[in-house]
Nanobody
Framework: QVQLVESGGGLVQPGGSLRLSCEASGFSMDYYGIAWFREAPGKEREGVSCIINTDGLTYYAESVKGRFTISRDNAKNMVYLQMNSLKPEDTAVYYC???????????WGQGTQVTVSS
């Protein structure tokens, strides 16, 4: 059974940092692309970043490029999202998901809330 569990969210001031973690079970991340997407009230779902595990290629939305970094630890079946220079507009629930196509999500977790506010 595929399961993804996100953690690491919280309340942070603008300019601060958070690192989100995604722990997978029921499958090996070695063979899947993994994405982070976010959902905020009144906004469309936004793909934030993804990593193509077969070759390690990474992609970022323009809104987070240069501030966020996605990484993986295949031995631990974990994917991380390091978020720096956070802005209030980054406030959202962040989900990690398996990729079944380009920014097409298969399974995802329960999400972790990130709130950027002073």
């Amino acid at each position: 059974q595929v399961q993804l569990v996100e953690s690491g969210g919280g309340l942070v001031q603008p300019g601060g940092s958070l690192r989100l973690s995604c722990e997978a079970s029921g499958f090996s991340m070695d063979y899947y692309g993994i994405a982070w997407f976010r959902e905020a009230p009144g906004k469309e779902r936004e793909g934030v970043s993804c990593i193509i595990n077969t070759d390690g290629l990474t992609y970022y939305a323009e809104s987070v490029k240069g501030r966020f970094t996605i990484s993986r630890d295949n031995a631990k079946n974990m994917v991380y999202l390091q978020m720096n220079s956070l802005k209030p507009e980054d406030t959202a629930v962040y989900y990690c998901a398996t990729l079944v196509g380009w920014w097409d999500y298969g399974d995802w977790g329960q999400g972790t809330q990130v709130t950027v506010s002073s």
